[in-house]
């Protein structure tokens, strides 16, 4: 699986958009990159994942790069219930393991 | 109210005993994982289970042991040579095959003095 680098940690003002910003230098044609975020204390909670083309669902919207090394979840309204770790994984998609780094710690700010 | 159930959430063990947690889900997942977290880290994972009766090991197996004797249940059990067992615990389970995710439980907090 490749490594993934992101920054340790960000602030964003309530209401404002997120955006997280993962590099994946190393990925290779087939890995999917997944975004997971873990509130203090709970499990991860899964978000979005994308291969190649840009995604959008109800929680956030995933950009991808067209030489795939760097990607950027965008939670388009924060709100303080989106104060977490955001966790993005590049991940071969056949049933494996998910290596999960440091995160980004996002603080969202009234 | 499907999901996956952990238990119970916090866990208490003295030095030397065997402890086992618990993770059920009716999500009718093929595939089960055990990750460990600690403090300001990411996950590792334990042992994972593609399949009843069958499982393999992941990056820290050593101390662990597990089975996978029904679809929905997946014990860990931490044994007595787990050198460092104080950590929180988190079970996961998914379905098998391409873009498929993980869900994950509420997890369990073991300390062990």
């Known amino acids: 699986d490749a490594k993934t680098t992101q920054p340790p940690s960000m602030d964003c003002a309530e209401g404002r958009a997120a955006n997280l910003p993962c590099n994946h230098s190393t990925i290779s044609g087939n890995e999917y990159v997944y975004w997971y975020r873990q509130i203090h204390s709970q499990g991860p909670q899964y978000i979005i994942h994308?291969?190649?083309n840009n995604e959008t669902n109800e929680m956030a919207s995933l950009i991808i790069t067209e030489d795939r090394k760097s990607s950027t979840l965008i939670l388009p309204h924060a709100t303080l219930r989106d104060t977490a770790v955001y966790y993005c994984i590049a991940r071969y998609n056949q049933g494996g393991k998910l290596i999960f780094g440091q995160g980004t710690e996002l603080s969202v700010k009234p | 109210d499907g999901g996956i159930t952990q238990s119970p959430k916090y866990l208490f063990r003295k030095e030397g005993q065997n402890v086992t947690l618990s993770c059920e889900q009716n999500?009718?997942?093929?595939?089960m994982y055990w990750y460990r977290q600690d403090p300001g880290q990411g996950l590792r994972l334990i042992y994972y289970s593609q399949i009843v009766n069958d499982f393999q090991k992941g990056d820290i197996a050593e101390g662990y042991s597990v089975s996978r004797e029904k679809k929905e249940s997946f014990p860990l059990t931490v044994t007595s040579a787990q050198k460092n067992p104080t950590a929180f615990y988190l079970c996961?389970?998914?379905?098998?095959?391409?873009?498929?995710?993980?869900?994950f439980g509420p997890g369990t907090r073991l300390t062990v003095t």
């Open positions: 994308g291969l190649k």
């Open positions: 996961a389970s998914s379905l098998t095959g391409d873009s498929y995710e993980q869900y």
């Open positions: 999500l009718n997942h093929d595939a």
